[in-house]
């Protein structure tokens, strides 16, 4: 998708000035801009949720984002070795636009909706001691007769050193 505009000579030698034809979808893309800038959406939002969105149309290979299949969208997250956070934003990315152009009434058929569910990865937290000597708390009444609700009830008589 480009077109030549015209020859330059640069270094003794004839350079083409190439002008890149934007595809169909940068319109759409700058539609759903207005939209995030609207919304009150960072500056660096918008840069990375366009450049995301761009990135991911190109990779289908779709003249317009209203073509791309939910199994398109899938084999695109699928094709990738990113970062779990990596990941949750270019999917949040993609979620976002169709749902802003599934509420405005541009398509009915919102392809992110059969998206696989995210899920976080869990890290677990190095073990330094029971509760208590992780806050600094070396004394706590003991609470074994106290029911679901009796601490409320403690009030203040808890001890800190």
Known sequence: MQSIMGTQRRAGQNVQIVRHNRPSWCAEIAAYTLHMQAAGSSALTV?????????????????SPWQ?????IIAYLASHDWAPETRKSVRAALRGFYAWAEDSGIITDNPTRRLPRSWPIRH????????SEALGVDHLPDQSHIGRYGMAALGGSLTFK
């Open 47 to 63: 840069l990375v949720r366009c450049h995301q969105l761009e990135r991911a149309f190109a990779w289908t290979g779709a003249k």
């Open 68 to 72: 791309i299949s939910d199994e398109q």
């Open 124 to 131: 677990q937290r190095p073990q330094t001691g029971s509760g």
